[in-house]
């Protein structure tokens, strides 16, 4: 039945086209970056549009012939796709081509008026059915075209492929240097192909076969595996710069900040030892004034220390969440201590402001908790201290409460109100943040490090808890913790734990049987450690090397020594090993505690390994040091206090 039909001429550019698409096709179907970049996609349906179009064509190119014994009806439809397959590809290229120059979608409206054209167009062909005026066939099989065929058929595409040309143009200083030769090439050749085939009247078919060079062209310039690569890694590559930029940037407002934080007390501490040196001069006279005065720096001493220590205590703090070192260690605990210790904490602070300090608590929460105690106190410490620091007048509340109270758990929930200077709504959501401080113009009298929320934050979260704020600017905040706690159901013990009893009270206890010796290479740090074991009623004795160390270590037998680690030539773990190892130790039973300023994560571990017995880091607290001793002394050595 097709002996009369055979391929006509003008068709074998559209066959080798479509013989090359179809090997296109093929290889870019293979590529592995495939369905990740939008403009890949858009090539896709490009590539597929102008398969199909060069499919109908040459169909329609070999059977659109009544005279050869195609029905009429036929030919129509295979005339009409024939044009509408060819416009569908102008707007293709068109759409492809904006997703590359039109990154901020400002160009919306070309596409608009595109779309509004081929609307038109499509109608106009849907018309053109029954009332013939753009393509049809006479009834004596001839084909024919209206005068209104070239401005119909080709409008929409010479529109889109003119302002695809003119956006190009527009935008060419926005695109790479091979975007913009690939996009100018293919676009130039595909608009050639269109005015040939309208300026002949639809007699050399070029438009598809010039728009499949067009695409040849975007494919091994902009759309291989090679370049999809080049480019995701790129885009990888300029977000890594941001973040580090960014991270550089917050590092070093964190540095400058820090600096200033510690320099603050460090001055204190510095001035008020001046003054110590200076009034305490030898030949001036002791008099009552001077040791009241005396006092007075020590105490400003002490309290610029703490802050001091309580920054370092913060980036020790973030370098162990952010290495994943902070353990949760929970244990049972009264939360009415908790609270009373912290209510006796704040109290101070807030009357010394002016402000008045308020808690509540639900009588219906249980006392007896398991949970971290320490974190928790963190925690309430943290907002609230922020709350007195955050407010010039009025009041500070902590609220505890409950919820999801079951037979052994419920979440501890504590709520920290202020009357102070509240927060920005828009710096709410980077309140929690590391190293952000706020409203900075505002607070910059105010002294912070912008890491404590960030700490309070990330404990709650290793504890399964959930922290909220809620602020109105310039009226106060509200800070609202929930976390899970498990109940205390074991039976009470009769008496307070032994850490307990050492912890509520330093002099609890002697040792007057004892010898200690205390291994430091600095003359201050064994200052320090010789008063506070003078407490003890003991006998302490001191070494400034290793060396002296072991020989001492030769002589004496010692009931507990302290060995600091970093010290010039030998250093406290080469002493301890050589000790270990020398057959003339008297104190190989001798619990050895490591005592040291290295307090950062793992250290405790680490030092445990070794063999230490126990660790302890500086500055060292008199509290935390008879702990230790109690501890590791047999019991008949320990003499407790009578009140
Ligand atoms: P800082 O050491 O700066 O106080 P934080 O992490 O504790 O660091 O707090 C981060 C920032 O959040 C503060 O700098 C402050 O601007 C704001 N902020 C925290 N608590 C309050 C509060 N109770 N009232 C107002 N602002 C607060």
Redesign the pocket.
């Known amino acids: 039945m097709f002996d009369n039909y055979s391929i006509p001429q003008k068709t074998y550019f559209e066959i080798a086209s479509l013989g090359y698409l179809a090997v296109l096709y093929l290889i870019s179907f293979h590529d592995p970056n495939r369905e990740k970049i939008r403009s890949y996609k858009l090539f896709r349906y490009l590539e597929v549009n102008m398969l199909l179009a060069l499919i109908v064509s040459v169909l329609t190119y070999t059977f659109a012939y009544p005279e050869l014994g195609t029905p009429i009806p036929v030919c129509t439809i295979l005339r009409t796709m024939d044009s509408i397959m060819c416009v569908m590809a102008s707007r293709i290229f068109a759409v492809y081509l904006l997703a590359y120059v039109d990154t901020d979608g400002r160009l919306k409206p070309v596409m608009r008026i595109g779309n509004i054209l081929i609307g038109t167009y499509l109608l106009l062909m849907l018309l053109n059915l029954p009332f013939k005026f753009i393509l049809w066939y006479a009834p004596d099989g001839t084909y024919l075209h209206g005068s209104l065929f070239v401005p119909i058929v080709f409008t929409s595409p010479v529109y889109y492929l003119t302002s695809c040309i003119s956006v190009l143009l527009f935008r060419m200083k926005f695109l790479g240097a091979r975007e913009r030769v690939a996009l100018s090439i293919a676009s130039f050749v595909t608009l050639f192909g269109v005015i040939i085939q309208a300026a002949t009247d639809g007699i050399v078919l070029l438009s598809l076969p010039f728009g499949s060079v067009g695409i040849f062209i975007l494919y091994f310039s902009l759309e291989t595996a090679d370049y999809h690569q080049l480019i995701k890694n790129n885009e990888k590559l300029r977000l890594a710069e941001q973040d580090a930029i960014k991270a550089n940037r917050a590092k070093s407002d964190f540095l400058a900040n820090m600096s200033h934080e510690i320099r603050t007390p460090l001055n204190a501490v510095l001035g008020m030892d001046e003054l110590i040196l200076l009034e305490t001069e030898p030949g001036k006279e002791t008099d009552p004034a001077l040791i009241g005065r005396i006092r007075e720096y020590a105490g400003n001493i002490r309290d610029a220390g703490q802050v001091l220590l309580s920054v370092i205590n913060d980036i020790l703090d973030l370098s162990k969440i952010e290495s994943g070192k902070m353990e949760i260690k929970p244990g049972p605990y009264q939360l009415r201590t908790l609270i009373g210790d912290v209510h006796t904490m704040v109290r101070v602070r807030a009357e010394q402001k002016g402000l008045s300090y308020v808690q509540k608590i639900d009588p219906g929460v249980p006392d007896r908790l398991v949970g971290d105690e320490l974190r928790i106190r963190q925690i309430m410490i ?2 609230l201290n ?2 007195v ?3 010039e007048a009025g009041e500070v509340e902590m609220e505890i409460s409950m919820q999801d109270l079951t037979d052994s758990s419920l979440t501890l929930c504590i709520c ?1 109100r ?1 009357t ?4 920005r709504r828009e ?1 709410l959501p980077r ?2 943040g590391d190293f ?4 900075e113009k505002n ?1 910059h009298r ?11 934050k990330r404990m709650i979260e290793l504890m399964y808890g959930d922290i909220s704020v809620s ?1 109105e600017y310039g009226r ?2 509200v ?1 609202t913790v929930q976390i899970p706690q498990e109940i205390n159901r074991a039976p009470e013990e009769e008496a307070p734990s032994e850490d307990a009893a050492a912890a509520s009270e330093a002099n609890a206890f002697t040792t007057p049987d004892c010898c200690y010796l205390v291994v430091d290479d600095n003359s201050l740090n064994l200052l320090v450690a010789n008063h506070f074991l003078d407490g003890l009623k003991g006998r302490v004795e001191t070494a400034r090397s290793g060396e002296e160390a072991l020989q001492k270590m030769r002589q004496e037998k010692y009931d507990m020594i302290f060995m600091d680690h970093m010290m010039p030539e030998l250093d406290g773990i080469e002493t301890y090993e050589r000790s270990r190892k020398d057959p003339d130790n008297l104190n190989l039973d001798t619990p050895v505690i490591m005592m040291t300023a290295n307090a950062l994560n793992g250290m405790r571990e680490e030092y445990l390994d070794r063999g230490f017995t126990d660790y302890i880091s500086k500055p060292v607290e008199i509290e935390e040091l008879f702990k230790i001793v109690r501890r590791h002394l047999p019991p008949e050595k320990v003499q407790e206090a009578i009140s």
């Open positions: 943290n907002l922020n709350a620091k955050y407010t920290v202020d102070g200077i509240g927060i710096d309140i929690f952000q401080r706020l409203d607070n105010i002294e912070g490090t912008g890491l404590g929320l960030s700490i309070v602020s106060g905040s800070f």
